[in-house]
Nanobody, 122 residues
Framework: QVQLVESGGGLVQAGGSLRLSCVAS????????MGWFRQAPGKEREFVAA??????YYADSVKGRFTISRDNAKNTVYLQMNSLKPDDTAVYYC?????????????????WGQGTQVTVSS
């Protein structure tokens, strides 16, 4: 069982930056694929980024602006978000699982955090 707790959300102006963190419980964090998804009001949850060992994956909409990273010693995955746009406004969720082949698919992940709100004002 893995528990995930996100933090770092908030209100920021367009063009600004935020760094989200997700702390995971458990002793085998390094073996888990970690993903970030987001859900805007009235929209479906969508893939943002994922990391598995040193391999990273990004949605086209955030490529070049967002960076996912992890610190296995701290059981933490980060999402550095730069050049934020109002369209990035959403609740951001951290997800984890092992044995994933499709990193951008929600159904691949069994463990989810409670989400953290990111609001980008224009």
């Amino acid at each position: 069982q893995v528990q995930l707790v996100e933090s770092g959300g908030g209100l920021v102006q367009a063009g600004g930056s935020l760094r989200l963190s997700c702390v995971a419980s458990g002793r085998t964090f390094a073996s888990y694929a970690m993903g970030w998804f987001r859900q805007a009001p009235g929209k479906e949850r969508e893939f943002v980024a994922a990391i598995y060992w040193s391999r990273t994956y990004y949605a086209d909409s955030v490529k070049g602006r967002f960076t996912i990273s992890r610190d296995n010693a701290k059981n933490t995955v980060y999402l550095q978000m730069n050049s934020l746009k109002p369209d990035d406004t959403a609740v951001y969720y951290c997800a984890a699982d092992r044995g994933i082949s499709r990193y951008n698919r929600m159904e691949e992940y069994d463990y989810w955090g409670q989400g953290t709100q990111v609001t980008v004002s224009s």
